[in-house]
Every structure is written in C-alpha cells, then in structure tokens.
C-alpha cells in the first residue's frame, strides 16, 4: 500500500450560501485521453455517490457517455442530465453503466474546442473525472487550456462574451480507477481490490486440480508496468515464487526457482503454483512471460505444468465490499472539492490515505507516477520502487520471501513459542498461524500450536508444529487449530458468550499479564494479533475476519435484492453479527446500499422507526422499489428484528411488503477474501519479528525473563500503521461491559449512507466526523432541493 505524508491537505466545506449551491452545475464522466481505456469494477458506486451527492446539495448533475467522445460529439444522447433513479441498483454492477471509449479527436486541440462549446452550451464548469494517471492527465490539460478555448469559441461566433465571463473557469476534481494500484498519492485505488478477489478465486480452484495431479501452475495476471496484483495475490494465496516488473530478479534466477520447486516436492507438496506479471522482465530487459517459465520448469524439472493467462476476468465481475465504499467514499468527497473550488484552486484527486478520503494535488501524484515509470525505463528498479511510497512493494516483497519463497534457515534460537487462536473462528486466522509458524522457524524458533485456545492450553494440547504443516492454509476459513469461547483466568477456565474472538483474547492477555506476578512462568513476551468478524477490538481499526464477513453480507444482500426483481415494493429486514459492536451493520449497510441501518452506538427509538418507514413509503411511490434495512444484533433489546419486520409490515401495509433473514453464523465462513489473507500473514510476521526481538532483550542468566508492560501488547492497525501497544494502556479506550472501543473510527462513515439514501435529516447532533461540518454547511433547504429530486 502506496502512503502519503502526513502534511497533505483534508478539505472541509466552509460557507456556502444555498444560491451558490443551486447554480452549480457539475458533470460526471470517464474519459480516455493518452491511453487505453477500460472498465474498472467499483466504477458505478462512484458513479452513484457522485450524483446522488450532487442532487443532495441542490446541484444538476449530467452524465456524458462514452467517455470524451461522447463529450466531443454532444448531443442530448451523449450528455445527458442524471436523476436519482438512475443510479438505483448500480452498487452490484461491474464496469461502467454510462460506457467508456478511446478517442483520438479529443487528443487533439479542435477536439478539446468542440467539447469546451458542448459545455458552455450547458453552463458546465465542474467536472469529476474517473480514470488512470493519463486520463486525469488530459482533464487537467482540458482546464488549462479553457480560457484560451473560450475565446477562439467568441472569435468563431459560437458563444458571447457574457459567457466567456460566466464560465470562465474550468474545475476538476480526479477520481483513480485502476486494477493494477499503480497510481501514486493513494492507498488503494478503486478496483484493484476486485481484480485481487478474481484472481484468488480462480487460484483456489486451480490449487485443487493442481493438487489431484501434482501439477505445477503458472499464473500469467495483469500488471504491465505495475507488479502489485502479482505481489499480493502471491502472498494471499501461498504461492512459491512471483515475478514483478519493479524487482526483475537476479541472474541465475531459474536455477533458484527450480530448486525452490524441487525442495516443496520433496516435502510432500502435490503443487506448485507460480504468479507472474504480465510486464515482468529480468534485469536485461527480457520479458518473461508465463509460457517462458513454463517451458523452464518442465525443462529443468520435467513436471506436468499448465499456464493460466487470467486476462479481463479479472476486470469483470461483482465488486467488493471495500470497492464499493472506497468509491462511494470518494465520490461524495468529490463533490464536496468541487463545492469548494475557486478560480485560483488547483486540480486535486480524490485519495484514500489511512481510513480517510483526502485532497491531493493532482499533478503532483501524476507527475510522481510518471517517475516510477521513468525510472524503471531507466532500470533504476529500486528507485521506482522507493517512489511508490512508504508502504511500497518492497515491503510486500520482504515478507513473502520470508514466508512464502525461501527455505527454512537453519538458525537455532533455543527459543518456544506457541501460537493458539482463541474465541469464534475468523477468516484469515489460519493464514495468520502460517505466517507465524514460518517466520517463527525462520527466526530459528521451535514452534508449538495450541489446540481449542485456552481450554486447550489448561489441558496441555499443545504439540511442535513444522513448516509444512501449514502448507495450504492461507486459503482455508474457519480455524484448523480449533477454538472455543473459553476466556483463561488465573488457572480457571470460564465462559464467556456472546464475547468476539479477539476481545476474549484481549481479556485472556490481560489476565497473563496480572498472573505475572504470581508465576514466573508467565513473565514472557506476549503478542495479540485481532481476529474477529465484529471488528471490535480496542486498539486497532481493523481486525482479521472483517473484510470476508462484509463481503459475505454484501454479496448475501446482493442475491436477496435479486430476488425480488420480479416483486414490486419489497423491504427486506436483514439482521447481522457483530455483539453490540455495528461495524458490520454500518459498512456493510454502505456497501449494500442499504435505506437504514440500526446499531447500538447510535440510539434510536420508535420515533426513529417510524420516520424510517415513513421515508421508505414515499420512496416506494416513486421508480424505486426495493429497500434494505440491516439491525446489528445487540443494536437494541426491546426493538428486536421481529418487531422492526412486524412495524414495517404493518405501517407499509398497502404499499409494500416485507421480509426478514437473519445472516447468521454465514458471516464466519467461507474462504478468507485478499485482505484477511494478506492482513492475516503481514500483521503475524510483524509480530513474531518482535516476540523474537523482545525475547532477545529479556534473555538473562540462561531464560528469558519479561515483566514489564511492554512486553505484553497487542499488535493493531491504527490508521497507517502497524502499532504495539500494551493492553494496559487500552483500558481505558475499552468499553468492558458491551465489549467495543469506546471510540470507532467508521461512525464517520454513517452520514455517507444516509445521504446516499435520500435522508433530508440533519447531522448536527447525532453524527459525528469528517462529513459532520460537511453536512451542515450544505445541506439545502427544503425548497432549494425540491427541485432537483
């Protein structure tokens, strides 16, 4: 992941009069100058949050098809005004539904000047753009030259001087879709977790076939000047060696390979599986393509190998749970730039910095990007490297040399650790233990797992575990050590349910800790890594099982909304997991597009209820048909799932009709998604890094003695970065009795969903971050937004 500096700017909305707000006029559009054009999943939910957005403040909002061509032919087919509808049901949909195409007219300057009349002829001056570096590129070269294009328009007679001074000024604000997350200033860019999602799904249905067969598979993916998608899906899906455009590997590199593979044969591995960028070379120069290196494996080592070219499947499909936020995120973020803009402001693109939507000059991160490119052309490799960014590949790279690519070392420490899970079982526990299984051994360590958590310890399950006995595991859901929701107190075993894996674990490491002084046995280093679906954990923002859970809630929505295409007026009342904690509510409501979500951090009451249905109603009486409201579980005692069902059933008897699914223990299975996987392996690596460091430091008179705080911490995700902490300084950010972080990160994100559902309700009071000043600067009046609905 590609991070920027802490200085760079966060914009808010200051005041803006209504007047302004309902003469501004804005266009949505993808365009395709400089380079080849595509489709990039999560494009729509952009799309989506941008008009619905744009109309939520009072402004008319057009799309242009087609891209720049449809912006240089015009017409009312070409540039169209958008409604609120007309975004409905999008959120699911892959590509782009208003259509993308090359156009060389628009390379060239008559081109850019029959575009510039199209839009005076609108009063359009306030573009969002959606596309790679060379598009927003050409956007910005396009509000360059407006100017000067105006006044060759009033020379030609085209427009008059009133309206060379009404639109004088052209602004853009940028949005990044790209698969191949090649784009400098942001951490992800929107698609690129999709493409990841299709390339893991194909890798596990090949590592069955490959395993019934002992073949080897050479996957060729995208990633022409940009190894990324090769990277992270070599690490999420176990794979034995990668090939990426930024680190062309050494001379002599098939002679390693081929070892690489021979040695996984002979430790009892039935496959092998190779990830290969599309752009990969060596350091010569020379491609190499997948059939190269098949050619070379059954050269050298005569096995059965097979080549997969996963091409554009990996840019079509479903979008994920975190494209359809990260675009939803971006695109009211974009309008509230474009709200802002004044004559002397520059271009800025939309980035995703940490857990926040920011402003970043946008030619700076063009122009950044550009010399990665540079340097590569150059074959200064470890430069492009560096200028992806703090979080570059190069991080990546390391761990899965670490984990994935090299042999055992033979290092001896002298030192045991067990690893063990402990509460329900979460997507990407299993490639968590194989990455601290590995590194582990790699450090030298003798490793031992613990069998059903801390019952299993009290019981003395615990055996030596060795490196291929987590051969495969990152695939794997569910926990293959075994887990129970049994919390360790002083040698006492008690029950704890209803509490997440993770907070059972935190409560677990809290009870070593004050044991310490007690047993000289507990007075070791001591990690916690989170795992939990409720994403609950004190001291990190995300937690291992949270990203496959929203994905299941999300794709579970999708197929429930599907359901009822053929039914007019359906509301579906959809309970999730989560404790008392809403995170799977809340985001998951976002991403599903849902009308209305209930969680307990945010009260409500039967006031509440009834304006919920009261908005539903009249939402209902227009094009759109279908609603969505998820309850987290705990979100309240009395207003349960049943009687929230049974109130809408009744209060929109006559108008639609309801039902109810309860999602169940659904969000704990299934295969870990890209994410789980890789946060699972990265965050595990770290960890034992730092157990082997602390051990290192304790080590006195022949054993390791640790008695001080910072050697018992928990190991969380606080917004850009990795941090131990000790549990006893989370105490007091822990709310013990509901088991949830008395502050959470994602309640700034419930305002999004409320304004992409037509809510007219004000966030003065109950909502609270970045979008909170946002909203009430700029909400219109009634009678201001009357009109655009």
Known sequence: MMIMDEELWIGYVGHITTEVLSSIQMLLFKNALFKRVFSWLGMNAAVRAVVRMGIYVGAKVYFIREGYQGMVDGGEENIKEASWESV?????????????????????????????????????????????????????????????????????????????????????????????????????????????????????????????????????????????????????CGADWVLIPEMPPEDGWEEKMCQKLSATRSRGSRLNIIIVAEGAIDRHGKAITGSVVKDLVVRCLGFDTRVTILGHVQRGGTPSAFDRILA??????????????????????????????????????????????????????????????????ITNHCILVMVCLLFPFSLQSNFNIAVLNVGAPAAGMNAAVRSAVRVGISEGHKMFAVNDGFEGFYKGQIKEIKWADVGGWTGQGGSLLGTKRLLYQHHLITKTPGSGSALQAY??????????????????????????????????????????????????????????????????????????????????????????????????????????????????????????????????ENYTTDFIYQLYSEEGRGVFDCRKNVLGHMQQGGAPSPFDRNFGTKISAKAMLWLTKKMNETFRQGRVFANTEDTCCLLGMRRRALVFQPVVQLK???????????????????????????????????????????VRNIRPKESDASGAM
């Open 88 to 236: 409905s049901s999008m959120l699911q949909m892959g590509g782009t539904v208003i259509g993308s195409a090359r156009c060389k007219e628009f390379r060239s300057h008559e081109g850019r000047l029959k575009a510039a009349h199209n839009l005076v002829q609108r009063g359009i001056t306030n573009l969002c753009v959606i596309g790679g570096d060379g598009s927003l590129t050409g956007a910005n070269l396009f509000r360059e030259e407006w100017s000067g294009l105006l006044e060759e328009l009033v020379q030609q007679g085209l427009i008059d001087e009133d309206a060379v001074q009404k639109y004088s000024a052209l602004h853009i604000v940028g949005m990044v879709g790209s698969i191949d997350n090649d784009f400098c200033g942001t951490d992800m860019t929107i698609g690129t977790d999709s493409a990841l999602h299709r390339i893991i799904e194909v890798v596990d249905a090949i590592m069955t076939t490959a395993q019934s067969h002992q073949r080897t598979f050479v996957l060729e993916v995208m990633g022409r000047h940009c190894g990324y998608l090769a990277l992270v899906s070599a690490l999420a």
């Open 328 to 393: 939803s995120r971006m695109g009211v973020e974009a309008v509230i730039a474009l709200l802002e803009t004044t004559a002397n402001t520059p271009a800025c693109v939309v980035s995703l910095c940490g857990n926040q939507a920011v402003r970043l000059p946008l030619m700076e991160c063009v122009q950044m990007t550009q010399e990665v490119q540079k340097a590569m052309d150059e074959k200064k490799f470890e430069e492009a490297v560096k200028l992806r960014g703090r979080y570059s590949d």
């Open 507 to 636: 409560l677990g490491l809290m009870e070593l800790l004050e044991a310490r002084g007690k047993y000289d046995e507990f007075c070791v280093p001591m990690v916690m890594v989170p795992a939990t679906v409720s994403n609950n954990v004190p001291g990190s923002d995300l937690s291992i099982g949270a990203d496959t859970a929203l994905n299941a809630i999300t794709d579970t929505c999708d197929r429930i909304k599907q359901s009822a295409s053929g039914t007019k007026r359906r509301v579906f009342i959809i309970e999730t997991m989560g404790g008392y904690c809403g995170y799977l509510a809340s985001v998951g409501g976002l991403a599903a597009g849902a009308d209305a979500a209930y969680i307990y951090e945010e009260p409500f009451d039967i006031r509440d209820l009834q304006s919920n249905v009261e908005h539903l109603t009249e939402k209902m009486k227009g094009a759109i048909q279908r609603g969505l409201v998820l309850r987290n579980e705990n979100s309240n």
């Open 732 to 774: 007091d950010e822990t709310d013990f009795v509901h088991r949830i972080p008395k502050e959470q990160w994602w309640l700034k994100l419930r305002p999004l969903m409320k304004i992409l559902a037509k809510y007219k309700t004000s966030y003065d009071v109950s909502d609270s971050g970045q979008l909170e000043h946002v």
